[in-house]
């Protein structure tokens, strides 16, 4: 994964450049393509293609993020609102999906437009393998001119139901293709300095550097038919951002006037910098399938120096993994400074543990000499 042959977005900087996107992706809500009821309406699917098919005719890739599989199962399942059970909402998404899927094929087919679907879980971003295999098969689906369609794979994921977002797998999306500009589409307009029905909120209009909205109440809560927030949807913008895509926050009835750059919705800028695939990769796309827990002495190497963690400086390891995962590296008070991609397994983390480079080969064998991350392969938090 390395930088050489990905393709490097344009660094977009004013919403008026959003409308120069060459390649974009859109994320749309569940609350955004379903009815009171929580049914799909296909009506807003048609009114979303429809531009979407207009950005496509002048020359722009396009990927959809789509949410809305189980609440469009929700009214053909006869339910009231999501369900809480694991089990009930993979078996909503199972029927939901190829309700969605169906939606976008027949919006898009009226232009003359193809779609492909792809539906992903966490754990196909976190192999490097799997990681460029999505890449690749998104890559080719652009290229032979289709709109590939995104979702989470709600049916198999459990982890990813009850705390994933399509918000962050948009963002996720959106470095791994090396896109212009990620658009959320919501059913709220912009981000406020309050919640939007509160006296004397005022639309955020642009958002140079998100720490400075620490102190704005944003709020956290999502549609009764969604998981995502407010929250979710800054930490997208934030993710994309700073990972060289400009982002735009901003109602499905505002997609039109946002993609022709606007003043409409939120504006997140693309940050400067060059973009590495990997450790953009381990920090945002991850989450550690154990924890390495570090000396002082391995904690201040790692997080100062940038140094590779050999296993002396490991005091303890928690968790169970095979080698080639992502870990997190936590210093002693507990705080995990870095995440990085393991060279052995949790039992022979554990076997190595505190011993030497010279120890550890005599005792375990020669390939026990390499390093248990290897500084190319860990980023610092």
């Known amino acids: 994964m390395s930088v050489a042959g990905l393709r490097q977005p344009e660094r977009l900087t004013t919403r008026e450049s959003l409308a120069a996107s060459r390649r974009l992706v859109v994320k749309i809500g569940s609350s955004s393509l379903t009815d009171a009821d929580g ?19 002048d020359g722009t890739e396009l990927v959809i993020v789509s949410s809305g599989a189980i609440a469009a199962a929700l009214g053909p399942l006869g339910l009231p609102e999501r369900p809480a059970a694991v089990e009930l909402q993979q078996a ?21 437009l193809v779609t492909g679907q792809v539906l992903l879980t966490e754990s196909d971003v976190i192999r490097p393998q799997t990681y460029r295999n999505v890449r690749s098969a998104l890559e080719s689906l652009l290229g032979l001119g289709t709109v590939p369609v995104v ?13 994933g977002d399509n918000d962050r797998l948009a963002a996720l999306v959106a470095q791994l293709i090396g896109a212009d500009a990620l658009i959320l589409l919501t059913d709220v307009d912009a981000l406020y300095t309050a919640p939007p029905r509160e006296p004397g909120a005022e639309r955020i209009g642009r958002v140079d550097d998100v720490a400075r909205l620490a102190g704005v109440n944003i709020g956290s809560v999502g549609s009764k038919v969604g998981t995502g927030g407010m929250v979710t949807k800054l930490s997208a913008a934030q993710l994309a951002s700073t990972t060289g895509t400009a982002a735009l926050m901003t109602s499905a009835a505002q997609f039109a006037a946002a993609v022709a750059g606007q003043d409409v919705g939120t504006f997140f800028p693309a940050h400067h910098g060059r973009r590495r695939s990997r450790l953009v990769w381990l920090r945002f796309a991850t989450r550690g399938a154990g924890t390495l827990h570090l000396d002082e002495g391995a904690a201040g190497a790692v997080r100062s120096r940038r140094r590779s963690l050999l296993a002396v400086g490991i005091s303890g390891v928690e968790g169970t993994f095979p080698a080639g995962v992502p870990v997190d590296l936590a210093a002693p008070d507990g705080e995990v400074i870095a995440r990085g991609l393991t060279s052995f397994s949790s039992d022979e983390l554990r076997a190595m543990a505190g011993r030497g480079t010279d120890e550890a080969r005599e005792t375990l064998g020669e390939r026990f000499r390499r390093p248990a991350i290897h500084r190319d392969q860990l980023v610092v938090l």
């Open 39 to 57: 049914r799909l309406d296909r009506s807003q699917v048609q009114v979303i293609a429809d531009t979407a098919a207009t950005l496509v005719a």
């Open 92 to 112: 909503a998404a199972s029927v939901g999906q190829a309700l969605l899927a169906t939606a976008w094929q027949g919006a898009f087919a009226a232009h003359g």
């Open 151 to 163: 979702n989470e794979n709600d049916t198999t994921a459990t982890h990813e139901i009850r705390f």
